[in-house]
Every structure is written in C-alpha cells, then in structure tokens.
C-alpha cells in the first residue's frame, strides 16, 4: 500500500485541528464554567430539570455521559454499516454537522432555556465524539503501515496546535470584552 498525496494527509489531519478544539475549549474549559454559572440561581447550585433537583455541575456531567452512553450503544450497529456498505464518510459527516449545529446552538443558551442548552450540548458531545471512530478508521486507509505512526502524530499535533490557538483566542475575548 502506498500512502496517499501530501493533500489527503493534509486534510486528515486537519480535521484533527478542528475537532481537538471543540474538546478543549467545550468540554473542558468554557462551557463547564459558563454553564454553571447561568444554572446558578439567587446563590444555589440546584437546577429543576425533568422533575428533579440536580446539583448544576452534575447536570452537566450527566448530560455529556448520556450522551456519550448512546454513542457507545450504537457505535456497534453504526460501524458495522459503514464498514458493509462502504459509506463512513458519510456517517462522519453526520456527526460532525450533528455537532457544529449543537455548538452553534449553544450560542442561544441561557438561563430561560435550559432544555435547549441541555439538547444543543448533548448534540455537540454526541457529534464530536460520534465522528471520532471514522476519522479513525481513515488512517489505515491513507497511510502505509510503515507511515501510520508519523502521520497520526502529525493528526495529533494539529489538534494540539488548533487547541491551544482557540484557547488564547478564548481567554482573550473573556479578558479583554
């Protein structure tokens, strides 16, 4: 097998760029503290959804372990019907608009709109995490044996790259606006 063109490499990779960021700056640094602070009210960390009271840092994790739950639950009957038919790129694109339209989303969240901040992120973890297993599976398939290696660290290097970029963007539009 021969490793495909500089610009396929290219353009695996970054997808890497673009899906780390959501990562990093969603799951794990803006998001968690700006949803905690909208669920907060008159100095109480207890948010009602669904009939319950849950605690707002809670809500949160349980919303993106669902989330990733019905993505484990299905991966299996997914995969399966890509690898059969031939077609994960386009699950890969289902998922990655299923979740550019859950971050685009959650630019309307605020505190009168729970629900709709708890369906946009479940959209988002499920879009971002959904598309990870066929952008996985083109590795094999664009790099020789021998190249694979070199080429998942250049995925992976971008990704760090985008990360970190979209991070000082971040941490400037929060210091400075």
């Known amino acids: 097998m021969q490793t495909a063109s500089k610009k396929v490499i290219n353009g695996w990779a970054m997808y890497d ?30 948010v009602h959804f ?10 949160y994790d349980y919303t993106i372990a ?8 299905s991966y299996p009957i997914l995969t399966s019907i890509a690898d059969t038919r031939g077609n994960k790129k386009s699950f ?24 709709l901040g708890i369906m946009a992120f479940m959209m988002a973890a499920m879009g971002y995490v959904g598309s990870l297993v066929f952008y996985n599976a ?22 760090y790259i985008g990360s970190v970029i979209m991070q ?5 539009l929060v210091l400075y606006f």
């Open 138 to 159: 083109y590795l094999p398939e664009i790099a020789a044996p021998e190249d694979r290696d070199r080429i998942s660290a250049k995925g992976y290097s971008y990704g």
């Open 50 to 59: 669904m009939g319950r009271d849950f605690v707002n840092s809670s809500l």
């Open 92 to 115: 890969m694109q289902a998922f990655c608009y299923l979740g550019a339209v859950g971050c685009s989303l959650l630019f309307f969240f605020d505190a009168g709109n729970l629900w």
């Open 168 to 172: 000082v963007i971040g941490f400037a």
């Open 17 to 46: 760029w673009a899906n780390s960021v959501y990562n990093l700056v969603i799951t794990t640094t803006f998001f968690p503290i700006y949803f905690t602070a909208v669920t907060k009210k008159e100095g109480s960390d207890l």
């Open 66 to 73: 669902i989330a990733y739950l019905l993505i484990a639950f």
